[in-house]
Nanobody, 125 residues
Framework: QVQLVESGGGLVQAGGSLRLSCAAS????????MGWFRQVPGREREFVAG????????YYLDSVKGRFTISRANAKNTVYLQMNSLKPEDTAVYYC??????????????????WGQGTQVTVSS
């Protein structure tokens, strides 16, 4: 398994931007498919974006398409989530996650085996 540590969360006004980072330990980061999830109290953890370990194909939650971009820097063992045009409904704790294999048509939290501790993103109106 890989250990993950997120950073970059914070408070931002609607329409603003944040970039989340997720630093991974271990020498096999490049062989993991990476994802970002988010969760608000009382709701299930929701898939936001993912990037395959090979080919770099990306997948997004419909409501963030065109606003969020996931990318990875294997040389730095880091995955990023660039979030633009933020909305109050984007407010959540954001988690980085890793899995073996490729992304599926529908991603659930149970598909991923390693998780970070989460970082809070708050978007004010």
């Amino acid at each position: 398994q890989v250990q993950l540590v997120e950073s970059g969360g914070g408070l931002v006004q609607a329409g603003g931007s944040l970039r989340l980072s997720c630093a991974a330990s271990g020498r096999t980061f490049s062989s993991y498919t990476m994802g970002w999830f988010r969760q608000v109290p009382g709701r299930e953890r929701e898939f936001v974006a993912g990037i395959n370990w090979i080919g770099g194909s990306t997948y997004y939650l419909d409501s963030v398409k065109g606003r969020f971009t996931i990318s990875r820097a294997n040389a730095k063992n880091t995955v990023y989530l660039q979030m633009n045009s933020l909305k109050p409904e984007d407010t959540a704790v954001y988690y980085c996650a890793a899995k073996s294999g490729l992304l599926l048509d529908r991603q659930t939290a149970t598909d991923f085996s390693s998780w970070g501790q989460g970082t809070q993103v708050t978007v004010s109106s």
